[in-house]
């Protein structure tokens, strides 16, 4: 999450990331659907996270408005327990694992942010929090890789992990050719205490 972005205006989402650790378990359960289905847009494991909530495009002084409350937001949560564990697709065409560990509590703090940034005049879109890590898509040409790999990735369970940081996080999409790639505009840790 670390190209720059140039443009007067940058595509953005809250999320939270898991530790390279917990990425690595999983991208290790991956490896069999890496060499069996090596056509798939395979997203970046540094780029691995799972979103509150969508910003889309906004001008750069809003996203910097936005830090200082986010910040304090983050410093008002402790870590939440989390883990990866299973898989899925959405419409045959994106690959997930799934979240489990405090999902109530996931929940609560998607709502704070989206109140949060709502009290900023920013309006995310209404969609129900439903907390995954995107792993891939298929290609136009091939849905049934995707429903392939999930069911093979179905069994597996993450140990669980921390979240500790809540993380404001730039696209690059749209911005030229090549894959989206993503980057830490700011990120705050959780309070520990």
């Given at each position: 999450?670390?190209?720059?972005?140039?443009?007067?205006?940058?595509?953005?989402?809250?999320?939270?990331?898991?530790?390279?650790?917990a990425k690595d378990e999983l991208a290790q359960a991956l490896?069999?659907?890496?060499?069996?289905?090596?056509?798939?847009?395979?997203?970046?494991?540094?780029?691995?996270?799972?979103t509150l909530a969508f910003l889309g495009e906004l001008p750069?002084?809003?996203?910097?408005?936005?830090?200082?409350?986010?910040?304090?937001?983050?410093?008002?949560?402790?870590?939440?327990?989390?883990?990866?564990?299973?898989?899925?697709?959405?419409?045959?065409?994106?690959?997930?694992?799934?979240?489990?560990?405090?999902?109530?509590?996931?929940?609560?703090?998607?709502?704070?942010?989206?109140?949060?940034?709502?009290?900023?005049?920013?309006?995310?879109?209404?969609?129900?929090?439903?907390?995954?890590?995107?792993?891939?898509?298929?290609?136009?040409?091939?849905?049934?890789?995707?429903?392939?790999?999930?069911a093979g990735l179905s069994a597996f369970t993450g140990r669980?992990?921390?979240?500790?940081?809540?993380?404001?996080?730039?696209?690059?999409?749209?911005?030229?050719?090549?894959?989206?790639?993503?980057?830490?505009?700011?990120?705050?840790?959780?309070?520990?205490?």
């Amino acid at each position: 999450m670390h190209e720059q972005i140039e443009a007067g205006t940058v595509r953005v989402f809250i999320a939270l990331a898991p530790p390279d650790d917990a990425k690595d378990e999983l991208a290790q359960a991956l490896r069999p659907a890496y060499d069996a289905y090596p056509h798939m847009r395979w997203n970046r494991i540094e780029d691995w996270h799972i979103t509150l909530a969508f910003l889309g495009e906004l001008p750069r002084p809003v996203v910097s408005l936005l830090q200082p409350p986010l910040a304090e937001l983050a410093a008002a949560h402790h870590p939440l327990r989390l883990s990866l564990h299973g898989s899925g697709h959405f419409d045959e065409r994106v690959l997930w694992s799934g979240i489990g560990g405090d999902l109530h509590g996931l929940r609560l703090l998607a709502d704070e942010v989206r109140a949060l940034v709502e009290e900023h005049g920013i309006t995310p879109p209404d969609r129900p929090l439903n907390p995954h890590l995107t792993l891939a898509r298929a290609r136009r040409d091939d849905t049934s890789s995707v429903v392939r790999a999930a069911a093979g990735l179905s069994a597996f369970t993450g140990r669980t992990w921390q979240a500790a940081r809540l993380h404001l996080v730039g696209s690059n999409y749209g911005r030229g050719p090549g894959p989206i790639r993503y980057r830490d505009i700011e990120s705050w840790p959780f309070n520990s205490a």
